[in-house]
């Protein structure tokens, strides 16, 4: 397994930041790899919750993840899990928290993740995945940061090189 943490401080009391992420089906308004999202099921937010999103996959290619909120503690943090998905991905965990920061609030991003592929998965994430995916853990960050300061949703090119 493969993990590492992207934090960010906003501008912003914790129930702000919290609102935001608990709006599950909501992702596409602030992170900009994010194409479309939507709840899948009856409740936006909260233990179980799943959304389908379609994102921006390797080589600019469309692809989907249908993933499912679990260890849901409200006001300070959840897990999602990417349980279904079309890119070369055998498990991922992301671990969203939130604290207060002052007036502001830290939010901090762990995925936790292991290609498919066996040894070739791992090669593959030592040379170019992790990279990329790092990367898109900051303009995720960066897209929350915008989205909540700002209220206006936030587009690649506003967080690109953020």
């Known amino acids: 397994m493969s993990t590492f943490t992207k934090e960010t401080r906003i501008d912003a009391p914790r129930a ?10 909501s992702i596409e308004k602030w992170n900009p790899g994010v194409v479309r999202s939507y709840s899948t099921s009856d409740q936006p937010g909260g233990e179980g ?9 390797m080589g600019g290619k469309t692809a989907f993840l249908e993933e499912r909120a679990f260890d849901w503690r409200e006001g300070e943090g959840f ?4 349980y279904e998905t079309n890119l070369p991905i055998k ?26 592929f066996g040894l070739i998965g791992a090669m593959m994430d030592r040379l170019m995945v992790r990279r990329r995916f790092e990367q898109g853990m900051e303009e995720l960050a960066a897209g929350l940061k915008h989205y909540v300061e700002s209220g206006a949703e936030t587009s690649e090119s506003e967080t690109a090189g953020v």
Request: charged share 30%.
């Open 16 to 25: 702000e930041v919290w609102k935001v992420l608990a709006d599950l089906g």
């Open 79 to 82: 897990k999602i899990d990417i």
């Open 49 to 57: 919750a799943t959304r389908h999103c379609d994102v921006i996959g």
């Open 91 to 116: 498990s991922n965990v992301v671990t969203f928290t939130v604290a207060d920061d002052g007036d502001a609030t830290l939010v901090k991003i762990s995925p936790d993740y292991k290609l498919k």
